[in-house]
């Protein structure tokens, strides 16, 4: 089966804590592709990161960072010193490398309050 | 550089009607994608087209077809509107879906509304 899992449906947390958005992947392919969309209250997708399946390295970009783990098939990503502006709903999906739709897990809303 | 376009930005149907969505890639992407997202639902793939051709659709009737034009626009047509088609319909393109670093961007959507 291919697969998506987000748990956490909702979180919210106060300005300036880290939070960390979990995402469980299933996929018999040996070749995939992991990406995190961001989606604000205006709806329009906004991609943030891709990383294919033979590239464990975790990434930093800023107040970002994502932990990639296959022995776990997992993909998580953190977002340090959580701003307001980081409210919106963050979604995680799996491409596998047989075919190029993206598969997308539920999403995890996420509300920063100041 | 423009990103991936969409219109109309709100639609409303009654029941039995067609839709009719269209979606502008970004300038040199040849494929578009369209998801529906449904409320309560989630994110579900619609159509992938390529090429002017259609590379592969999710789960959904027949009712929902598209076409890819010459200059790579795409128009996603939803015939005998049911209320449940209700939702945002999003699109997006990517430059070569073959290549490893390849991404889908997608546009600010269209809201169809089926009364």
């Known amino acids: 089966a291919q697969k998506v899992t987000q748990a956490q449906t909702e979180i919210s947390v106060v300005e300036k804590e880290d939070v960390t958005l979990d995402c469980v992947y299933e996929t018999r392919d040996t070749t995939y592709y992991l990406f995190w969309y961001k989606q604000p209250p205006s709806g329009e997708l906004v991609f943030l990161i891709r990383r294919n399946s033979f590239d464990e390295q975790n990434e930093i970009s800023g107040r970002y960072s994502w932990n990639f783990q296959k022995s776990t098939s997992s993909f998580n990503f953190t977002i340090t010193a959580s701003q307001v502006v980081d409210s919106a709903v963050y979604f995680c999906a799996l491409t596998p490398g047989s075919n190029y739709q993206l598969i997308w897990g539920a999403g995890t809303k996420l509300i920063i309050k100041p | 550089e423009a990103g991936v376009t969409q219109s109309p930005t709100h639609l409303i149907k009654t029941r039995g009607q067609q839709a009719t969505l269209r979606c502008s890639p970004i300038?040199?992407?040849?494929?578009v994608y369209w998801y529906q997202q449904a409320l309560g639902l989630g994110l579900q793939f619609l159509l992938w087209y390529d090429e002017g051709e259609e590379r592969n659709r999710g789960n959904f009737p027949p009712r929902f077809s598209g076409r890819q034009f010459p200059n790579y626009s795409s128009e996603l047509n939803v015939n005998a509107l049911e209320l449940e088609d209700s939702a945002l319909y999003l699109c997006?393109?990517?430059?070569?879906?073959?290549?490893?670093?390849?991404?889908?961007?997608f546009g600010p959507g269209t809201r169809l509304t089926v009364l």
């Open positions: 300038s040199g992407h040849t494929s």
């Open positions: 997006a393109s990517s430059l070569d879906p073959g290549r490893v670093t390849d991404t889908q961007y």
